[in-house]
């Protein structure tokens, strides 16, 4: 079955760097878009960012433009999301998901409701 694991969470510094990962098992990266999301306490889940690793494609929000970087890994089957000059902010559980291929193409949508299985995420706190 379909299986996502992230890891690379922790506590960093206002400004600092982290490196998150979501391995996957059960399916082929190419055939999906992979979605990365976060939700902070009691706040909604929201987008972040998604790949396409078929054709390359990929999508920030507003937010994390500039400041994130996603890639693929087709050989690993995993996808990361690397994270500089972090904010306080930014301080929330992150998760990736599965969804249909399409969603990261000409029309990029990382809607947290069109996405299918998701991980168990991975917390982190900006905070000095």
């Known amino acids: 079955q379909v299986q996502l694991v992230e890891s690379g969470g922790g506590l960093v510094q206002p400004g600092g760097s982290l490196r998150l990962s979501c391995a996957g098992s059960?399916?082929?990266?190419?055939?999906?878009?992979i979605g990365w999301f976060r939700q902070a306490p009691g706040k909604e889940r929201e987008g972040v960012s998604c790949i396409s690793t078929s054709d390359g494609n990929t999508y920030y929000s507003d937010s994390v433009k500039g400041r994130f970087t996603v890639s693929g890994d087709k050989a690993k089957n995993t996808v990361y999301l690397q994270m500089n000059s972090l904010k306080a902010e930014d301080t929330a559980v992150y998760y990736c998901a599965t969804g249909e291929i399409w969603l990261c193409g000409s029309y990029p949508n990382i809607e947290p409701h069109r996405y299918e299985y998701w991980g168990q995420g991975a917390q982190v706190t900006v905070s000095s």
């Open positions: 059960g399916f082929t990266l190419d055939y999906y878009t």
